[in-house]
C-alpha cells in the first residue's frame, strides 16, 4: 500500500468484498464471541468509557502537538489546518495600555492560477470549496483588524469574500491590473477605521525618474486611508490621525529583479505621496502611522528589498550579479496582453510565468554563479541604485526588527537582515517573499545599509511598538517530500500569512 504523505489526513480502504458479495468485515463481525451478560457491570461500562475517553485525549494532545487548533479538530478532517503560534518579543513591561491593532498579509493563492501540474501534489487541497472554509477558518482564528490580501479572485471577491468578511465585521477595498483574473485587496475592522481615501499604483503607468518599465507586468499595488472611529479614539490617547495602510504584489518573473526593483521604488514613492495629500486633506500635520504589506517576489538578499530597507543601498556580490543579469533578458511584446484561449492553455504559457521561448541570446539561469555585464547594463544598474539613494523614504521590515525573539534558529540564517527563511512553500521552490513594512523618512545621511532598527528605536522614531509576531514554520517541521502547499491539514495556500501587533503610541 503506498505511503500517505506526511502531514495528510489517512484515507481508510474500502472494504473488501469476497466471492460470496459479504464483505471481510461483516464476516469477521460475525465470528466475533458475544460478551458474557453478566460481565456487563456498570464498574465494566465505566472503565471502558474511561479507557475510550484517555485514547481520544492522547489522539487529541497529537494533533495539538502537531500544530492543531483545538477548536477545529472535531471538524471534517479536510478542513483542519496547522495553527502557529502569536509570540510576544520584548519584555512584558515595556508594553503599556496604549491601543494595538494586528496587521495580517496573505498571498492566498488565486484560484484561477491553479494549474495541476504546478501542484502535482496537492490533491484536493485544489478544491475551492475545501480552501475557501480553510482560509476563512484561519482568518477567523487569528482575527487581524487589519487584512492585506494579495492573489484575491476577482469572481471570489464578488461571490464570497466580500460577504463572509462583512458577516465578520470588514469593511474592503480591491485593485486589480488590467486584464487580470485577481488582484489585491485591503480589509479592515469597521468598528475601529473608518475608510477615507484610497490610491490605486499601476506600476506599468507610474514614472519612475529616467527608468522606464521593461516590460507590462499588469502589477498593482493599493493604499487606503482609514481614520480611528470616535470610540477609538475617546478610549486610547493616540498621536497621530490613523494609519495608512498599503499592499502589494510585484512582478513575478525568474529575470523580473531589475523590474521588480523599480515595483520597489514606487512603492515608496507612492505611498509618500499619499501620506502628504492626507495630511493636507486633514490640515494638520499629526502624519499617520503608515503601513505597507505585500508579496514583493524578493528575498532579503536581492535588490528589491535591498534598495527599501539597506539605505543608502550599494549592490554589489550576488545582488548586483542577479539583476545585471535581468537586464540581458528580452521580454515578448506579447507580454500583458490578452491571450486567446489557444495561447492561455499552451504548456509554455501561463499567467505571471515565463512566457518567452529560450533563444540563443536569452539568459538561462536568473542567478548565475558570475556575469558579465555590458557597460549599458552597469549604467542601468547604477541608476536604479541612484533613484532610491535620492528617495528620502525607507521601509523598516518588522520581521527583520525581532523576529530573533520568536524563533532564534530561523532570523537570520539565510540573510544579514535577521528575517526567517520561509514565507513560501511550493512544490517546487521555497523561500521569503512576504513583508509587512512600516514607512519611515529618511534623511538621506544616516547608514541603515548595515544597521537593522530595534523594537525601542521603532518606537522612538515612528510610535510603533512592536509587540507581537506570528512564527512561521522551520523547513524541518513541513514533513517528508512532497511537503508542497496547500496540502489537506496542513495550509490552504503555498504561502504563510504573515501577522504582527503593534502598539500605537
Request: with cysteine; proline share 4%.
Amino acid at each position: 500500500m503506498a505511503s500517505t504523505p506526511a502531514g495528510e489526513p489517512s484515507i481508510p480502504a474500502y472494504d473488501a468484498i469476497t466471492s460470496d458479495g459479504v464483505s471481510k468485515k461483516q464476516k469477521m463481525k460475525g465470528k466475533k464471541k458475544s460478551m458474557d451478560p453478566s460481565k456487563l457491570t456498570p464498574e465494566y461500562i465505566e472503565e471502558q468509557r474511561r479507557l475510550r475517553n484517555i485514547k481520544k485525549e492522547q489522539k487529541k494532545q497529537q494533533l495539538i502537538a502537531q500544530g492543531y487548533n483545538p477548536e477545529q479538530l472535531e471538524t471534517n478532517e479536510a478542513l483542519r489546518y496547522k495553527t502557529r503560534e502569536f509570540v510576544s518579543v520584548g519584555s512584558n513591561s515595556e508594553v503599556g495600555e496604549n491601543f494595538k491593532v494586528k496587521i495580517m498579509t496573505y498571498n492566498i493563492l488565486a484560484q484561477a492560477l491553479i494549474r495541476r501540474k504546478l501542484f502535482p501534489t496537492s490533491g484536493n487541497a485544489l478544491k475551492w470549496s475545501t480552501r475557501s472554509q480553510v482560509l476563512l477558518s484561519e482568518m477567523k482564528h487569528y482575527d487581524a483588524d487589519i487584512l492585506c490580501l494579495q492573489e484575491l479572485d476577482f469572481i471570489q471577491y464578488n461571490s464570497f469574500w466580500k460577504q463572509e468578511l462583512s458577516n465578520l465585521g470588514y469593511n474592503s477595498k480591491f485593485n486589480r491590473g488590467g486584464s487580470k483574473n485577481h488582484g489585491v485587496c485591503i480589509f479592515f475592522k469597521n468598528d475601529i477605521f473608518v475608510f477615507k481615501h484610497q490610491s490605486f499604483i499601476d506600476y506599468d503607468r507610474e514614472e519612475s525618474g529616467t527608468i522606464f518599465p521593461r516590460t507590462i507586468t499588469q502589477n498593482v499595488g493599493l493604499l487606503a486611508c482609514l481614520e480611528f472611529t470616535p470610540k477609538i479614539r475617546s478610549q486610547y490617547k493616540l498621536s497621530r490621525n490613523g494609519i495608512i495602510i498599503g499592499t502589494t504584489h510585484l512582478f513575478w518573473h525568474p529575470f523580473g529583479t531589475y523590474e521588480r526593483t523599480r515595483q520597489t521604488y514606487l512603492v515608496l514613492k507612492k505611498t509618500k505621496e499619499f501620506v502628504h495629500t492626507m495630511n493636507v486633506v486633514k490640515e494638520n500635520d499629526l502624519g499617520w502611522y503608515t503601513f505597507f504589506a505585500g508579496d514583493f517576489n524578493s528575498q532579503p538578499f536581492d535588490t528589491p528589498y535591498l534598495s527599501v530597507t539597506s539605505k543608502p543601498v550599494h549592490y554589489s556580490s550576488r545582488a548586483k550579479t542577479v539583476i545585471s543579469c535581468s537586464l540581458s533578458f528580452q521580454y515578448s511584446k506579447n507580454r500583458g496582453i490578452k491571450e486567446s484561449e489557444a495561447e492561455k492553455n499552451s504548456e509554455d504559457e501561463e499567467e505571471g510565468g515565463n512566457i518567452e521561448k529560450f533563444g540563443k541570446d536569452q539568459p538561462r539561469d536568473p542567478v548565475p554563479e558570475s556575469f558579465v555585464a555590458t557597460e549599458e547594463q552597469l549604467q542601468l544598474v547604477n541608476a536604479m541604485e541612484n533613484l532610491h539613494n535620492n528617495l528620502d523614504v525607507r521601509a523598516i521590515s518588522l520581521y527583520s526588527v525581532a523576529y530573533k525573539h520568536v524563533d532564534p534558529k530561523n532570523a537570520g540564517a539565510d540573510n544579514e537582515r535577521n528575517e526567517p527563511m520561509y514565507s513560501n512553500w511550493a512544490h517546487s521552490w521555497r523561500g521569503l517573499l512576504d513583508y509587512i513594512f512600516v514607512i519611515s523618512s529618511w534623511d538621506l545621511s544616516e547608514d541603515y545599509s548595515k544597521k537593522i532598527d530595534s523594537i525601542d528605536e521603532l518606537a522612538n522614531t515612528e510610535n510603533i511598538r512592536l509587540t507581537k509576531l506570528l512564527r512561521l514554520p522551520r523547513g524541518e517541521e513541513m514533513g517528508e517530500e512532497p511537503s508542497g502547499q496547500p496540502r489537506l491539514g496542513q495550509y490552504p495556500s503555498d504561502h504563510f500569512c504573515l501577522m504582527a501587533e503593534v502598539e500605537l503610541l
